[in-house]
Structure formats: structure tokens, C-alpha cells
């Protein structure tokens, strides 16, 4: 593999990803802005499972688990976002902050 | 008597007076309002005609019969079958109930159509009828129950239809008092009856029949000779007779127990006339002659009757001779004759004893309702004191009474001489010297008292006031007095004198009930020789003959001055006997007071004893239930609140983590990720 690029780039890259998403996730007041970060850390999770793949010498293990990722991924967007637009129709915000009638 | 014809009509005699007294009762208010009294008269009275119809025709029925086949038998359904006690409901007609049932419905009828116009302007009409009907009906069943537990049902049912009838006129307590006084006085007859029952039934069982059936007593009776009680050794036919006796006295109104009969006139007078005189208090004469077959078997019973049955006939005869009031006279009058029917019962003359019965019916019942008459035409005075001359402006009353008086003196040929004379001969001829002495008396003294009360109600001039005189009336019942003075009359010719003819039909009649071989040795007389029979007639009829003599001369010709007699010993004999010796006040220290004290002291104790120890024991459960609620209170409820306390505060404390906020928990997930990987990197470490 050419210009030296080993499985510790591609893991600090899924490590830079992830930790975007997960700033993300928890910085994020707007509800659509933490789905977002969410699907930043299951696509540094995809990278992991490539950059596995590849380097393991597996044939396409890590591929199909990253299509199934994809596919959750997707799966996941859908009942989030279907979530978020039933709480803006009841709060008319999607600011979670404002959500907050469920506490104890 | 063992094969008893099977009929079936005798329920209808009883059943007819009971349908009266059902529909009088249940409809009576809403016939006699709608229909009018006439309805309740068509039912009160046709039942006890009709009744006395089929009573008749059974009666022709019945002399078809041979003599020993005159027994019929009505089978309704099984009563009660306990242990050894076998009870139907069972009607048994034999010549004794035949002549009782035809006075009940004949008499009975009689006195039911006088009512209609004695209690013509009464309110509650339809209720009187009902209560006699109830009571023709309870009578008939005493009469032809077939076992004496049936027997007593009548016996009691007489006793509360006679209470309801003194008290008919409730308003006044005077009445209330005497029907309690009635009823009261015939429970303790009727606890004696009940006991003789047991102790008869008792006998029977250890013998091996346990029975209660009348003609199966009458079978077995023979065998109870020399049976003793298991107690005290008591003869079983004694002692039940001697109880069953007592239980009479209540009934028919003997020493002890006559109080209640005078008192019993406080109800309207034709029940005076049928119940305290023609029929229900006959019951204990009839009792005494259905069970001949025992009494026979106990000669010291039989003797305790006709001496009690003689005292009393001369005792109320003498109370008699005072009484101012014409209906006391009368009861009294009842009393003394009841003591010459159980004076003759007592001796052995059954026949003779059951036959003054049915000419008592008659010459007592036309007495009363004789009576009835006056007092209605004096707008309800009593007091013969205020009568008077009455003769003039009630012709016909007076002539049935006449002839009435005529026959309760033994008058030859009316029907009481044929039947008091007979008993008193009987009682002579049986060797009961003191009773005949007794009845004797009797006689004398009933001539006197019932003349004095024609004297002073028919004779001499009218001394109530004007109002009354102009108020008074013959009675538009009089027929009915006439058929009873008839009666009074003619009554007697079933049974005359045996030394004038010796044709006598009405024992002839009787006799198959007084058949059991240890009865016709009783009744068998010492004595047979018809010339002493006609020489007693003689000393019986010249002391009557007397006592209407001094009867008249006092008040009538008013030559002799009562005073004269009444003045003896300085008043104080009249006194008594005008206060009836006192009895009823003795009875009232020595029963009656005694009796509320101790009820009083009983409801002291009631009150302060057993309450205070129900109320003590109150108090400590009180004390006990309140500790309770304490311990309940502090200690369990303690418990479970403080569990419940415990858990809320925890949940309280809790509930803060739960904020609601997805970063806050995205923080803490992190945070915990951390720390699992901080703790699993120092743990690796190490």
C-alpha cells in the first residue's frame, strides 16, 4: 500500500470522527443537530470496521458489517427523525433543552 | 267401635264455620261496607245452618245404624308422625259428639240469628261473626277430633275465641281486663290438661302402645290397671284423670277456677249465652264423659268430681241469691249447673250428666238471650234493681223466660226437672249421700234466685227512669226465643223419670259410648227401686216448691222483708255473699299480688344485676377494644407508615436524577464509560 499510510492514520482518523460526533452529540441543543453527530460516530465506526478489513486480511467481513451499519444508520434516522418532528408537534421546538418535563 | 264406618261429610260440618269465619274475616270489612251487614249474615249464619243440616241428616244416618255400629269415622290426612305418636287429622262422630255437635250447630244457630239483631248497630258486625263462626269451628273440632291432641287444639281454640268475645268491645279496659282474666285463668287448667296428656301418653308407651288416639285408649285403658308412673308412684289413670280434671275446672268454670266465668259476661250477650253457658264451657262435662272409659277406672278422681262439682252447685247458688246485676245471676246460675253436670259425671250417671248439658243448652241460652232482650230494651242497664213490671211491654220475652225459669227450677214437666232431678236422684242412688245433700241445697237455692229475678225484672212496677220506660220494646228477635223456650219446654221428654216410664231413647242412645265394662259397673246404681226414686222426686220438688215460695213472698207479694235474712249476724253474711266470699280478692292477694311483686323484684335484678354485669362487661371490652386501637394505632400502623415514609423520601431523593435533560444523561453515560475504562486500565496496571 502506497505513501505510508498505515491502520494507526485510519484509526486516529476514526478517532478524530467520533470525536467530533460525540462533541457534537453533546453540545448540540437542536434535536437534529445530535442525530447528525450520531451518524458522525457510526461512520468512524465504519472506518474502523474497513481499515480492519483491509489491514486483517478478512475478505469482506468488515465491508458487509459497514453496509449494515449504513443501513441502521438509516433505520435509526428514520425513528429519530420521526421522534423529533413528534416533538415539535407537541412543543412546538425541537430544542431539547426544552424537553425537559420528564424530569424527576 | 273397632270397625268405624269411613264417611267423609263430617269435615264439612267442621270446615262450613270455618269457611265463615276465613271469608268474615277477610272480606267482612269490604261486604259489609259494600254489600251491607245482610252479606255478613248470609255467611255467618248459613254456615252454622248448614252446618246443623248435615248434622241433622247424620243423625238420621246414624239411627239407621245398629246401636254398636253407630261410629263413623272421617280420615283427612296423617298429622304427625313422632317416635311412637301416631296423629291425623281425623273426625270421629259417635252418639256423645252427634248430641254435642247438633247443640253446637242448633243452639249455635240459634244464638248466630239473635245476633243479627242484638248486634244490629255495631260497626265491626262482620268481625263478631267471624269470631263466631271461629269459634262454632274450634268447638266442633273439640268435639270430634279424634285424638285428644285434636281435642286440645278446640280446647284452645274455644279458650281464644271466648278471650276475643269478652273483649269484643275493647275500648273499655273493663272488658280488656276480664278476657285476660279468662284467658289466664284457663292456662293453668290447660297446663294440668297438657301434663295429662304426657302422663297418659307416657302410661300408654310402658305398656307398649303409646297412643293418643281416643278409641285406641279406650282399647288399651284395661291394661293400665296397676300402671304406675316412674315417679313418686303414682297411679298413671289417676293421676292423668285427677289432671285432666283440673284442666276441666278451668274450662268448665268449677271450684277453683270458676273467677273468670262472672267476669266473662263483660262480652255482648250472645256470646254470654253461647259460649258461657250452651256450649264451651260444657267442654270439660264432655271431655270428662268421651274419656268414661278412665275416669271409670278411677274411683278416688270420680269421687274428687262430684264432690267439687256439688260444693260448686251449691257455692254459686248462693252467690246467686245476691247479685243484683240479671246477667251475674245468670253466670252464676252457669256455674252452679256445670257443678250438677260434673256432680253427676262424678257419681257415674254419664248419660244423666250429658243430658242436663243439652237441656242446660237450652233453657240457658233462651236465659241469656232472654236477658239480651231486657237489656236492650233498657238501652243497656243492667241493674235489676232498675227493672220492673216489664212483663206488660215484653209479653213474649217474658213467657219464654217464664217458661226458661220453670225449667231450670225442675219444674215437672219442663226439661230441666226430667234432667236436674234425674242427677240428683243419680247421685243418691250411687251413695253420695253428701253430694245429694249438696244438690239439694243447690236446688232450693237456684229456685230462689232465678224466681227473685223474674219477681224483680218482670213484676211489680218499672222503677228505672222515664226515658227507659218509654223507650221499651218487645225484641225483634223474639222467634228465636221461642224456639228455645220450646225447647226449654219439650226438651226433656228424652229422657223422663224412670218411675213414671221407663222409655228412655236418649240414654238408650248414648249408651254404646258408655259401653266398656268397667263403665256400666260404675254406672250400675246401688239403688233401682222406683218407689225411693219418686219419694226423692217428692223431697227434691217440695224444696223447690219451698224456695219459690219464699221467692214469691219477697218479691213479688212482698209480704216478707229480705232484710230479714240478709240481717243476719249483723249483715255480714250478706255481705260475703254479696262480695262472693271474697274469693276473687283472696285469689288476688295470694296469686295475683305475690305474683307482680315477684315479677317486680325480678325485674330489679333484671335491671341492676344482669344488666350491671352486661354492662360491666361492656365497660372492659371497652377498655379492652381501646388498648387495642393503641397498640393498633402506634405500633402496626406504625410500622407500615413508616415503611411507606421511608420509600417516599428515597423516591424523593431519587427522583433529582431523572432531570429530564438527554445531555445531562449523555454526560453521565460518558462519564461512566470513562470510569469503567479508567478503572479496567489502573486495574491492568496493577
Same mark, same amino acid.
Given at each position: ?104 | ?147 285428644l291432641w285434636l281435642m286440645f287444639v278446640g280446647w284452645e281454640g274455644v279458650g281464644l275465641c271466648s278471650f276475643a268475645l269478652i273483649g269484643f268491645w275493647y275500648t273499655t279496659l273493663a272488658n280488656t281486663t276480664a278476657g285476660n282474666k279468662a284467658f289466664i285463668v284457663n292456662r293453668v287448667g290447660d297446663l294440668a290438661f297438657v301434663m295429662a296428656l304426657y302422663a297418659l301418653f307416657q302410661g300408654l308407651g310402658a305398656i307398649g302402645h303409646p297412643t293418643l288416639v281416643t278409641r285406641e285408649i279406650a282399647k288399651y285403658a284395661p291394661m293400665l290397671a296397676g300402671v304406675h308412673m316412674p315417679y313418686f308412684g303414682w297411679s298413671v289413670v289417676g293421676f292423668s284423670t285427677l289432671l285432666m280434671f283440673i284442666g276441666a275446672t278451668g274450662k268448665s268454670a268449677q271450684i277453683p277456677l270458676y273467677v273468670w266465668l262472672p267476669d266473662a259476661m263483660a262480652g255482648p250477650t250472645p256470646v254470654s249465652a253461647l259460649i258461657h253457658a250452651a256450649t264451651m264451657v260444657t267442654a270439660g ?53 256445670? /257443678?250438677?253436670? =260434673? ?5 257415674? $250417671?254419664? &248419660? !244423666?250428666?250429658?243430658?242436663?248439658? %243439652? ?71 250411687? /251413695?253420695?249421700? =253428701? ?5 239439694? $241445697?243447690? &236446688? !232450693?237455692?237456684?229456685?230462689?234466685? %232465678? ?236
Amino acid at each position: 500500500m502506497g505513501g505510508g499510510i498505515t491502520l494507526y492514520h485510519f484509526l486516529v482518523l476514526s478517532l478524530i470522527v467520533f470525536g467530533l460526533g460525540m462533541y457534537c452529540v453533546l453540545s448540540r441543543r437542536n434535536a437534529i443537530g445530535i442525530l447528525m453527530g450520531v451518524e458522525l460516530i457510526l461512520n468512524s465506526a465504519n472506518i474502523n470496521y474497513l481499515a480492519f478489513n483491509f489491514y486483517g486480511g478478512a475478505k469482506y467481513d468488515g465491508q458487509i458489517f459497514a453496509i449494515f451499519v449504513i443501513m441502521l444508520a438509516a433505520a435509526e434516522a428514520v425513528v429519530g427523525l420521526a421522534v423529533v418532528l413528534a416533538i415539535y408537534q407537541n412543543f412546538r421546538t425541537i430544542d431539547v433543552s426544552a424537553t425537559e418535563t420528564m424530569s424527576g | 267401635m273397632d270397625h268405624p264406618i269411613p264417611v267423609s261429610f263430617i269435615r264439612l260440618i267442621i270446615l262450613l264455620p270455618l269457611v265463615g269465619a276465613t271469608i268474615n274475616f277477610l272480606l267482612g270489612p269490604w261486604l259489609q261496607k259494600n254489600v251491607g251487614k245482610v252479606a255478613i249474615n248470609i255467611v255467618g249464619c248459613g254456615a252454622v245452618i248448614a252446618a246443623f243440616a248435615i248434622a241433622v241428616s247424620a243423625l238420621v244416618r246414624m239411627l239407621h245404624l245398629v246401636p254398636d255400629d253407630r261410629f263413623m269415622i272421617d280420615y283427612l290426612w296423617p298429622w304427625m308422625h313422632i317416635g311412637g305418636l301416631d296423629l291425623d287429622i281425623a273426625f270421629w262422630l259417635d252418639p256423645l259428639s252427634m248430641i254435642m255437635t247438633l247443640i253446637i250447630t242448633g243452639v249455635g244457630g240459634l244464638i248466630h240469628i239473635y245476633s243479627t239483631g242484638y248486634m244490629h248497630d255495631e260497626d265491626s258486625y262482620w268481625r263478631f261473626f267471624g269470631w263466631l263462626n271461629l269459634f262454632t269451628f274450634a268447638m266442633l273440632t273439640l268435639v270430634l277430633g279424634d285424638n285428644l291432641w285434636l281435642m286440645f287444639v278446640g280446647w284452645e281454640g274455644v279458650g281464644l275465641c271466648s278471650f276475643a268475645l269478652i273483649g269484643f268491645w275493647y275500648t273499655t279496659l273493663a272488658n280488656t281486663t276480664a278476657g285476660n282474666k279468662a284467658f289466664i285463668v284457663n292456662r293453668v287448667g290447660d297446663l294440668a290438661f297438657v301434663m295429662a296428656l304426657y302422663a297418659l301418653f307416657q302410661g300408654l308407651g310402658a305398656i307398649g302402645h303409646p297412643t293418643l288416639v281416643t278409641r285406641e285408649i279406650a282399647k288399651y285403658a284395661p291394661m293400665l290397671a296397676g300402671v304406675h308412673m316412674p315417679y313418686f308412684g303414682w297411679s298413671v289413670v289417676g293421676f292423668s284423670t285427677l289432671l285432666m280434671f283440673i284442666g276441666a275446672t278451668g274450662k268448665s268454670a268449677q271450684i277453683p277456677l270458676y273467677v273468670w266465668l262472672p267476669d266473662a259476661m263483660a262480652g255482648p250477650t250472645p256470646v254470654s249465652a253461647l259460649i258461657h253457658a250452651a256450649t264451651m264451657v260444657t267442654a270439660g262435662i264432655y271431655m270428662v264423659a268421651r274419656l268414661n272409659f278412665l275416669f271409670s277406672m278411677a274411683p278416688a278422681t270420680m269421687t274428687v268430681i262430684a264432690v267439687i262439682g256439688g260444693l260448686t252447685a251449691l257455692f254459686a247458688a248462693t252467690i246467686g241469691l245476691a247479685q243484683n246485676d240479671i246477667k251475674k245471676v245468670l253466670a252464676y246460675s252457669t256455674v252452679s249447673q256445670l /257443678g250438677y253436670m =260434673f256432680a253427676a259425671v262424678g257419681v257415674g $250417671a254419664y &248419660a !244423666a250428666g250429658v243430658f242436663h248439658l %243439652m237441656t242446660h243448652a237450652f233453657f240457658k241460652a233462651c236465659l241469656f238471650l232472654g236477658s239480651g232482650s231486657v237489656i236492650h230494651a233498657m238501652g243497656g242497664e243492667q241493674d235489676m234493681r232498675k227493672m220492673g213490671g216489664l212483663r206488660h211491654k215484653m209479653p213474649i220475652t217474658f213467657i219464654t223466660f217464664l217458661a226458661a225459669t220453670l225449667a231450670i227450677a225442675g219444674v215437672p214437666p219442663f226439661a230441666g226437672f226430667m234432667s236436674k232431678d234425674e242427677i240428683i236422684w243419680q247421685a243418691y242412688a250411687h /251413695g253420695h249421700v =253428701f253430694v245429694w245433700l249438696l244438690l239439694l $241445697a243447690g &236446688a !232450693a237455692l237456684t229456685v230462689f234466685y %232465678m224466681f227473685r229475678q223474674v219477681y224483680m225484672t218482670f213484676f211489680g212496677e218499672f222503677r228505672g227512669t222515664h226515658e227507659q220506660e218509654h223507650h221499651l220494646h218487645e225484641s225483634s228477635m223474639s222467634y228465636v226465643l221461642i224456639v228455645l223456650g220450646a225447647l226449654s219446654v219439650v226438651g226433656g221428654l228424652g229422657n223422663i223419670p224412670e218411675f213414671i216410664v221407663s222409655w228412655k231413647p236418649f240414654e238408650e242412645f248414648l249408651d254404646p259410648v258408655f259401653s266398656s265394662e268397667v263403665t256400666r259397673h260404675v254406672v250400675e246404681s246401688h239403688i233401682r227401686s222406683h218407689s225411693t226414686e219418686a219419694i226423692f222426686a217428692l223431697i227434691t220438688f217440695s224444696l223447690v216448691v219451698a224456695g219459690w215460695y219464699f221467692a214469691d213472698m219477697m218479691y213479688r207479694q212482698q209480704t216478707m222483708d229480705p232484710e230479714r235474712f240478709s240481717s243476719i249476724g249483723g249483715g255480714a253474711l250478706y255481705d260475703l255473699v254479696l262480695n262472693k266470699y271474697y274469693v276473687d280478692e283472696i285469689y288476688d292477694r295470694a296469686f295475683v299480688q305475690p305474683y307482680l311483686m315477684a315479677t317486680r323484684a325480678l325485674a330489679w335484678f333484671d335491671l341492676h344485676i344482669i344488666d350491671g354485669v352486661v354492662n360491666f362487661a361492656a365497660v372492659v371490652i371497652l377498655f379492652l377494644s381501646w388498648l387495642s386501637g393503641l397498640f393498633d394505632h402506634y405500633v402496626v400502623d406504625g410500622l407500615v407508615n413508616a415503611a411507606s415514609i421511608i420509600t417516599l423520601d428515597v423516591g424523593n431523593r431519587l427522583r433529582r436524577l431523572q432531570t429530564g435533560s438527554i445531555n445531562g444523561y449523555l454526560y453521565g453515560i460518558l462519564a461512566a464509560v470513562m470510569l469503567i475504562l479508567l478503572v479496567r486500565a489502573v486495574a491492568r496496571a496493577g
